[in-house]
């Protein structure tokens, strides 16, 4: 069995908390049903300005739901991760990793375990809107922002809030054993998902930097043509180079990462709000090939375009 703390910091993210529990009660419930040894022993730590000092004793493994919804720009997340509580979190997760646990957290609680300096050198993930604070504030660690969970053992990390369905699956599939992390799924009507990329809105995180910004106005004017890499970075006056690390930077793609999230943000919308036939939806957003189009959508989505298409 494996014993696992949650630790709550105060005004976390409910949903976060309570996905956390619940998945870890289901895998109970299964093995129970099975016949076979409880999983996970859990115990629950909440941190806030009136919490008693707590310390985590034993523990295999220790878990921080997100931070909660009051995190929305770089001043709010920089306040809370220097609260008492958060203070108090770090120094937990620092001790529980140095006596041999687990750590894992989701969504803007990736944050905290950056702040322990636990996650350098390592890879991690985070919430995609947040991906370019991440990488200002912590270079040192390798973010994969379009993974929803990446499980660099003995540290997981997963995206955006309700990546904690995955992260929680990850785990019960590390500590537990892939059948019942399946078993899980199932009985929770999860599906298996891998990356945050058909989420991402390309044009928020442009936003942030106004030479990419101009990029983004720029391909959406002239997608329907193809052109090269070397005249979207001259359109915006930087040098191909530049205009890679600008990119990396605001928005964790490569350039042609870059135009193509936008080729298939405009072919999705079309799908969804036209009739027009995929072969001209592919047209309009520069892929000369109906393939092509066809197979980045499956590629990122799981789906066909077909899928898109509004109900009759």
Not at 129 to 147: I, K
Not at 161 to 189: E, R, T
Not at 190 to 218: C, G, H, T
């Amino acid at each position: 069995m494996t014993r696992v703390t949650v630790v709550e910091i105060e005004g976390c993210l409910a949903s976060g908390a309570a996905i956390t529990h619940d998945v870890m009660a289901t895998a109970n419930q299964i093995s129970k049903t099975a016949k076979r040894a409880l999983a996970f022993d859990v115990t629950t730590v909440r941190l806030g300005r009136r919490r008693k000092q707590e310390r985590l004793r034993g523990a295999d493994l220790v878990i921080v739901p997100g931070l909660g919804l009051g995190v929305a720009s770089a001043d709010e997340l920089d306040a809370k991760l220097k609260s008492p509580a958060c203070r108090r979190a770090c120094d937990m997760l620092i001790q529980s990793f140095e006596a041999g646990a687990a750590l894992a957290a989701a969504c803007a609680s990736t944050f905290l375990l950056a702040e322990t300096g636990l996650l350098d050198g390592r890879r991690a993930t985070t919430t995609w809107w947040l991906g370019p604070l991440f990488r200002e504030r912590y270079p040192t660690v390798e973010l994969t922002s379009d993974r929803i969970v990446v499980a660099d053992w003995p540290i997981a990390t997963g995206g955006a809030a309700m990546a904690q369905m995955d992260l929680m699956l990850a785990i019960v599939g590390k500590f537990a054993g892939p059948k019942l992390a399946s078993a899980c799924a199932n009985y929770l009507l999860l599906d298996e998902r891998r990356s945050q990329v058909p989420f991402m809105a390309i044009n928020y995180l442009a936003s942030q930097d106004p030479k990419i910004a101009r990029a983004e106005k720029w391909v959406r004017e002239n997608i329907a043509r193809d052109f090269a890499i070397e005249e979207l970075a001259e359109a915006v006056a930087l040098a191909p180079r530049t205009f890679a690390r600008r990119i990396a930077a605001t928005c964790g793609v490569s350039p042609i990462q870059f135009v193509q999230r936008i080729r298939l943000e405009t072919a999705r919308y079309l799908l969804e709000t036209t009739r027009l036939p995929v072969d001209q939806i592919s047209r309009q957003v520069g892929y000369a090939e109906p393939s092509t189009l066809r197979r980045l959508i499956r590629r990122d989505t799981k789906h066909s375009p077909g899928h898109f298409r509004p109900a009759a």
